[in-house]
């Protein structure tokens, strides 16, 4: 087991990455749920911060929820929720958008007040996301769209996501075609990208240096948590199977599982009431 680190007896918040974190696919991990218990008895509000951009965060709170987790739509900070606050910050009038994506993106942009149209023609915003019904006729929609003006953003860059068979493409891949077709590059907003991590840490109304990210990928959950000045832990129960070489930019901490986390942050708690 690691040694604690006297730093954990100072985190005030919490943002958690769900896959490969607290479950993958239908196994829920030992001690996932004791650790988010033991939050909660602590009073360290948490978030959970996904590149999901297919569930809206109603969906998501009560995926997790069914899997015994606490969760409330605000606590679920998904790549769509982002992208549409991000998008109501910056268009402000709600231009048309035209979506590529799943109703976790389409609903949250109608929530967020944004009208869809899936003509070029209409569209001021081409939002791309991860979408399992994509076409040729939606994919030539948007890059007229693009090539015709309209501004280019993605849901989050990841290319691919794990699957029983193998790896499957992800919402990264039908950005490159999009790139690809239009020439242009998107604006892309999930992790590693700094809004997620904003918007995550404004509804826990808390800062950076307070707070700590756990997460399964490097490329994601922990490179976009060390640019924006976050404490960051590696789980090793996902992507990421062996710890990274010590360096710039690996973890503040490397835990096989939330169970040694637990463990860890527990000792420490028991430690300092000595
Ligand atoms: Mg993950």
């Known amino acids: 087991m690691s040694k604690a680190p006297t730093w954990l007896l100072h985190v005030e918040a919490v943002l958690l990455d769900v896959d490969g974190v607290l479950y993958r696919g239908r196994e829920v991990f030992p001690a996932a749920r004791a650790f988010m218990a033991f939050l909660q008895e602590q009073g360290i509000p948490f978030a959970y911060v996904t590149n999901n951009s297919t569930l809206t965060a109603r969906g998501y709170a009560e995926r997790l929820r069914q899997r015994g987790f606490p969760a409330e739509p605000w606590q679920v900070i998904g790549s769509s929720e982002t992208t549409a606050h991000l998008l109501r910050q910056r268009f402000p009038h709600c231009p048309p958008v035209l979506a590529i994506g799943e109703v976790g993106l389409t609903e949250t942009l109608d929530a967020y007040g944004f009208p869809l149209t899936d003509r070029a023609e209409e569209a001021h915003i081409v939002v791309a996301g991860m979408d399992r019904g994509i076409t ?22 990841d290319k691919t996501f794990p699957t029983e068979r193998g790896l499957a493409p992800g919402a990264g891949s039908i950005l490159a075609a999009l790139q690809a077709a239009s ?92």
């Open 136 to 157: 040729y006729e939606k994919l030539a929609e948007a890059t007229y769209a693009i090539r015709g003006g309209a501004v280019f953003y993605g849901t989050n860059p």
């Open 183 to 274: 020439d242009r590059s998107p604006v892309v907003v999930g992790k590693p990208e700094a809004p997620i991590f904003r918007l995550a840490l404004e509804r826990l109304h808390t800062s950076p240096e307070r707070s700590m990210m756990i997460g399964d990928r490097l490329d994601t959950d922990i490179a976009g948590a060390k640019r924006l000045g976050l404490r960051s832990v590696l789980v090793l129960t996902g992507v990421t199977q062996t710890p990274p070489p010590p360096g710039p930019t690996s973890p503040d901490l490397v835990v096989a599982n939330l169970a040694e986390l637990l463990e860890l942050w527990r000792s420490l708690h028991l430690a300092s009431e000595k």
